[in-house]
């Protein structure tokens, strides 16, 4: 969508006369719901696996609830997830609002949302939605759009971003109202300065982070230790406080992705199955922010670096979009690739991109 809009400014005369929200929504759910239905399947088919669709709790150490079943193991591992973080913000409940998760199950595009968080997930459904033609509005208590990033992605990508969308940093949801003709009102407020700003829109979208799902788990009736949010806690080998017991994925709080949970998965595989001692290094987890402009990054910021071998220890390297002649003919104006390296061996300690394709696997 966004590609097709800026044409115009290379020459191409393109035009955007329908978007099918509907449809661009089924394809989704098509797609999601197959693999759910194939991932179903297989384990419900196999020999070797007895499968129960239940919720589970632990009872005791090494002794599963699972519905009206009781099941015990010597090995067990935890793949518990997340689920989206829920702001105690006065009148939200009362108002009604969408997840990430709830938001795949819309049929029909609101003619505005306002997002409360200003991370990842915000900065993609944000894009997405303003894509589609809603009036969008960031809501971020952080100074800084996109935290995660460096400092210098971040300001691009707000940059960019602002120009088709209103983005507030630093602004903290105070309560929410519904409004007299319908929709509702999001009373922020400027953390620096008090001012209250006030941000009427169809729906609300809450993408303010994740949480743990260890709650439901129970995991301290089966002595394992989870830290002070709930975060299931793991060894190099993703094992937990309990011997036997391991985690993975969202489930421990670190880098929650999926490709970083498959990662785990095969760690796992090779320590339990195969009898080896692996261990997982997250020292340069790839990342990329599927907004407009896209974000790619992985392994040290300059601050984390600095902080770790000193700032005269380590060089940044730093290349514009616009400085190549890809970059010229795509006439991208904002996009950069940053490199952190350290000075004496030359290893690379972290890469940030943002631009075009910045996420694109090659």
């Known amino acids: 969508m966004r590609t097709i809009q800026g044409a115009g400014e290379i020459g191409i005369d393109a035009e955007i006369r329908k978007v099918d929200f509907a449809k661009v929504m089924a394809r989704m759910r098509t797609i999601i719901d197959g693999d759910i239905a194939e991932i179903r399947k297989a384990l419900s088919s196999s020999a070797n696996t007895d499968y129960y669709s239940s919720a589970a709790e632990f009872a005791a150490p090494y002794t599963l609830k699972v519905g009206s079943e009781t099941i015990k193991s010597k090995t067990i591992i935890l793949g518990t997830g997340s689920r989206t973080a829920i702001p105690n913000v006065p009148g939200l409940s009362e108002a009604g609002h969408l997840t990430s998760d709830s938001i795949l199950h819309l049929k029909k595009l609101p003619e505005s949302v306002a997002i409360i968080g200003g991370g990842y997930i915000a900065a993609e459904y944000g894009h997405f939605l303003s894509a589609m033609g809603a009036k969008v509005t960031i809501i971020g208590r952080n100074a800084q759009f996109i ?201 690379l300690l972290g890469a940030h991109i943002v631009g075009p394709q910045a996420g694109y696997r090659r």
Not at 195 to 218: C, P, Q, T, Y
Not at 262 to 279: M, Q, R, S
Not at 287 to 309: D, N, Q, T, W, Y
């Open 147 to 347: 935290p995660e990033e460096e400092p210098e992605v971040s300001w691009a990508a707000k940059s960019e971003m602002s120009r088709r969308m209103a983005i507030f940093t630093y602004h903290e949801a105070i309560r929410i109202e519904k409004a007299m003709m319908g929709g509702k009102s999001i009373i922020a407020r400027d953390r620096a300065t008090g001012k209250e700003v006030k941000v009427s829109a169809s729906e609300v979208l809450v993408a303010s982070g994740r949480i743990s799902n260890s709650d439901i788990l129970h995991p301290e009736r089966a002595g394992v230790a989870v830290d002070a949010k709930g975060w299931i806690v793991v060894n190099e080998r993703l094992e937990t406080s309990q011997p036997g017991i391991y985690a993975l994925g969202d489930a421990t709080g670190k880098w929650l992705f999926r490709h970083k949970a498959n990662h785990d998965a095969k760690v796992l595989y090779e320590n339990i199955v195969l009898g080896k001692h692996a261990t997982v290094d997250y020292r340069a987890v790839p990342h990329a922010v599927f907004c407009h402009p896209e974000i790619a990054s992985f392994g040290m910021r300059e601050a984390e670096a600095a902080k770790a071998l000193g700032q005269s220890n380590i060089g940044i390297g730093f290349e514009s979009y616009a400085n190549t002649g890809k970059g010229m003919a795509m006439n991208v104006k904002l996009g950069f690739c940053k490199v952190i390296v350290e000075h004496k061996t030359g290893k």
